[in-house]
């Protein structure tokens, strides 16, 4: 059984992950638009783990007797000036994200919330890998340039990011640990 304070805490977080993964609706489709179909098919990955994130969520605190209580998800920018102030911005938002899991984690453990605190470890090092790849993108947008440097570069970045396919189940219907499982 979840108690309250911590049943509110992850419904508040259920809405920041459906934040994120609006968000990088949002940049996929900015991307898409000024024709960085790589940076394009980055964003909207990464949408997709975010909606697995809100998902394991949202499965969780049914699974502990708890309400899921969905509120309205904020209204993302929908224009950036460059690729860098995207990926900064990025970088921003899951530091924030990371706090808030901290925070969760921190509940926990004031809660005396085992199973809670065992959760959310998943997410903790979720959070390493998510700043770990915006740093790595960061790195390479800043050597070719940032904002104003080589073309060829940018273009070689997007092809890389091109590449990068989704790992995550996209069907929630039959459950998250089915969809992980590659049950139907």
């Given amino acids: 059984m979840i ?23 949002a940049m996929s489709a900015h991307c898409d638009s000024i024709g960085l179909k790589g940076f394009s098919n980055w964003f909207m990955v990464q949408y997709h ?44 938002h899951e530091q924030f994200i990371t706090r808030s899991i901290n925070d969760l984690v921190d509940l926990a453990i004031q809660e005396k919330d085992h199973a809670t605190q065992i959760f959310l470890q998943w997410y903790v090092t979720e959070q390493v890998e998510e700043e770990e790849n915006d740093n790595d993108i960061l790195a390479k947008l800043n050597l070719v340039g940032g904002d104003k440097g080589d073309r060829n570069g ?15 189940p996209t069907d929630f219907s039959k459950g998250i640990e089915a969809a992980l499982k590659g049950n139907p």
């Fill in 49 to 92: 783990e975010e909606m697995l994130h809100a998902m394991k969520i949202y499965e969780y605190i049914q699974r502990q007797g708890g309400r899921v209580q969905l509120k309205a998800v904020a209204e993302p920018p929908s224009e950036w000036e460059s690729p860098l102030e995207m990926f900064q911005k990025t970088l921003e």
């Fill in 3 to 25: 108690g309250k304070k911590m049943e509110t805490a992850l419904n508040e977080q259920v809405n920041k992950e459906l934040y994120s993964a609006y968000l990088y609706m």
């Fill in 154 to 168: 940018l273009f070689m970045i997007d092809k890389d990011l091109s590449a990068r396919m989704t790992t995550v």
